[in-house]
């Protein structure tokens, strides 16, 4: 039903507040997804696969799974996306006009990403799936490791090694950076990852367009180049592809393989991305899933050519022993001086960057949704929205005429908290070498916010279709229906349930994972990891019950939402929901709840 003046005017003025962009930015959404992928990780992991699986063979079949694995990641993501949340709404007739008296329960697509899903699934009671989710994701939900990454490649670049505070003060200065462009000038940020991705994009067509020139015989200027491997029958140099020799030192070491197969997920992530911004799709249920899709495939078929075209030129030797990357290395053999490495470090550097302004566009904003549950100290604070100051210096230059102008807004705040952890999780890894500190970051990233996060969301899917009471319903009334059935909920669960039981088996003393190559014992990440969750749910305790009585004199923590629900294109859409969080002495019946909730449901037809 259109909306009463009044509630118009409350709707209109909380999309001010939380900083949306009426008019949406529909490029944004798979330049996010596109641009976190184009991170490190397709530049670092490819080195790291192959000195743990030490073999050729077993790298590409790491990597061609790690297609499937990545695939299966965004088809979960999707039946999830575009299912949740469910209001029941009017009915329409195939001319898009309300059928008066028929309503039936409708799926409306929001912002939010995982944190909807968790909250949905695990809903007995959702404050604690809350809770878990929050204090993982504001501590670890960065790119702290990628900004060292940064580091490491600008001073390669300059062509300065051995300079370990250097690569960490500009790690700070990448992610305060990325923060300032958010905080300053919104669009101007969102231009900057549209911008990016296209460039990063061409990158890596370059490089397979060169390795596979190299292949057939190209030169430039370095005379041919092949990438050789040893043939254990004879001895002899042979090439990288060769099916007798590329499976022929294949380690047998089983953390060596479960680490391998965690950083390509890593590098696959990024399809979660344009979840966080679901509502500023143009017609997500007719569009989204096909976009999303041929934008995972394509960067399936990118990375797998890419190793490829990597192995045309590198040899399997002992010069990617003392490498973080293979992209430098390959720039050095094709070209055969050291100018073209540092070059390519520089373009690393600069992909890295587009990752990081990526990842601080987007966890801002859950951080933003994660402070709106008045979960975390000065929530009001971190869950506000301010008037950026290009917009104040816009204005002050050149006025709008427009009555109903309003200034952009970001979410300062939530930059700020954003901020805070990557600088605790940088200094945190300080006493390490920065290689190390790379390694450690990316692991602990991966490993909880990519695989504990993914198992609790993957594993909800297939309880949701398998074993629940509503699974027929949820079936019938899924926004989208994915190939296959419950296979890639399978998969991912087995993945992710994998990585993280066998990331607590100890590595081989040859293992370039072991204390002695790392300087870090093996099971820091995974024991961090799973104490992060712990430790969200302790929290989640000790807000309910030992915080209250303490400092709020047994007051109750009520939370009051009204879900602003639009329809535009023939499509409802959630375009934001408000959530008002207070602590209130509670009589009568609930009166001994330790948590309160109210939702409304306000609908806006356009």
Known sequence: MPLEADDQARVDNAIRESGADPSGNRVLVLDASDSQKLGSGIFVTPAIVLRATSSVGASLLFWAFGTIVGMSALLIWLELGLSIPKFELAERDENDTVIEGQTSLQCVPRNGGEKNYLEYIYNNPKLRTTCMFGLIYVVLGNLSG???????????????????????GLAVIALTAACIVHAFWRHGGLALINLMAVMKTLILVAIVVIGFAVSAGASFGHGPVHGETVDPQTQQKTSNFNTHSSFAFASNDLHSYSESLLFIVYTFSGYEQPFYVLSEVRRPKATFAKTTIAGQGFACILFMLVNIAYLCAVSF??????????????????????????????????????????????????????????????????????????????????????????????????????????????????????????????????????????????????????????????MEQSGFKPWFGSTAAAIYTAVCAFLVISRFVPPSSRSPFSKANTGVQWYIVPTVGLASGLLGIGYYYAFLYVYPPLFKDGKVLVIDREATIVREHGEYVQALEIVDASWERKSGPGSNDTQVEEQRVAVLEK
Do not use: C
């Not at 987007?362 to 008037?387: C, D, N």
């Not at 917009?391 to 979410?411: G, I, N, V």
């Not at 993914?454 to 594993?459: K, L």
């Open 146 to 168: 990628n900004a060292v990454a940064f580091g490491i490649y600008i001073l390669q670049a300059a062509g300065l090694e051995g300079h370990d505070s250097l690569v960490r």
């Open 317 to 474: 030797d002992q010069r990617l022993n003392g490498e973080l990357d293979m992209a430098t290395v390959f720039f050095r053999e094709v070209f055969g001086n050291e100018l073209a490495p540092r070059v390519m470090s520089g373009i690393i550097a600069f992909s890295i960057f587009g990752n990081i302004v990526v990842m601080t566009f987007t966890a801002s904003r859950v951080k933003q949704e994660i402070a709106k549950e008045g979960v975390l100290p000065f929530f009001r604070f971190f869950a506000s929205s301010t008037i950026t100051p290009w917009a104040r210096l816009r204005q002050h230059f050149k006025p709008s005429s427009e009555s109903d102008y309003e200034p952009e807004q970001s979410p300062s705040a939530a930059l700020f908290l954003h901020w805070i952890f990557t600088m605790v999780m940088i200094a945190a890894t300080a006493p390490t070498k920065p290689d190390i500190a790379y390694t450690v970051l990316v692991s602990l990233y991966s490993y909880t916010v990519v695989m504990l996060l993914g198992f609790f969301v993957s594993g909800g899917l297939l309880y949701l279709r398998l074993f629940s009471r509503n699974r027929r319903e949820w």
